[in-house]
Nanobody, 113 residues
Framework: QVQLVESGGGLVQPGGSLRLSCAASRISFSTYAMGWYRQAPGKQRELVATITSSGTGYATSMKGRFTISRDNAKNTVYLQMNNLRPEDTAVYYC????????WGQGTQVTVSS
């Protein structure tokens, strides 16, 4: 059974940083486009960033603050988040898109003083 397991969420003050990780198992990781999405309370899930063999893409509000990367040897995708804002508070989900689509269970990020 495919598993995507996120980690690294938590409580951080505005202006702080967090690094999220998503470890994938039982998929041909390098062949999948990987992405991070987030869902704030009362809002729809939205794209944060994606990464493929061709490059990376970001939602406009994350450009310059967030960086997505992957380590195919470790079957892991990362999201480095800097200069966090209260509006970044959400559950962050890992996504694998390829022959099938898979989702992790999410990790909570709370930005608050």
């Amino acid at each position: 059974q495919v598993q995507l397991v996120e980690s690294g969420g938590g409580l951080v003050q505005p202006g702080g940083s967090l690094r999220l990780s998503c470890a994938a198992s039982r998929i041909s990781f390098s062949t999948y486009a990987m992405g991070w999405y987030r869902q704030a309370p009362g809002k729809q899930r939205e794209l944060v960033a994606t990464i493929t063999s061709s490059g990376t893409g970001y939602a406009t509000s994350m450009k310059g603050r967030f960086t997505i990367s992957r380590d195919n040897a470790k079957n892991t995708v990362y999201l480095q988040m800097n200069n966090l804002r209260p509006e970044d508070t959400a559950v962050y989900y890992c996504n694998a898109a390829g022959a099938y689509h898979y989702w992790g269970q999410g990790t909570q990020v709370t930005v608050s003083s």
